[in-house]
């Protein structure tokens, strides 16, 4: 059973930033992609970014130029580096691992962040 576990949430204030882990129990080169989700109270859940195994990476237009993903395949570790946040980021943000064979899509159980304006 594959394990995600998420660290780095937390407080901060309005043009801060902070640094999102998700751990993978296993090797992360078996996922086709890896992404971050949140969501905001009342809201749906919604992608933030995303990384594939190649490496090629994907991020919502509301955090382009400040939100960044990464991953170390040694650590099996993808990271979301997010920069200049406001408070329209606070949410509970989830890490999301999807493999083709057999099918399967895999979340942690969140960390929550909050911004204070």
Known sequence: QVQLVESGGGLVQAGGSLRLSCVAS????????????RQALGRQRELVASITRGGTTDSAESVKGRFT??????KSTVYLQMNNMTPEDTAVYYCNARQSWPPREYWGQGTQVTVSS
């Open 26 to 37: 296993g090797s992360i080169s078996r996922f086709n992609d890896m992404g971050w989700y």
């Open 69 to 74: 993903i990464s991953r170390d395949n040694a």
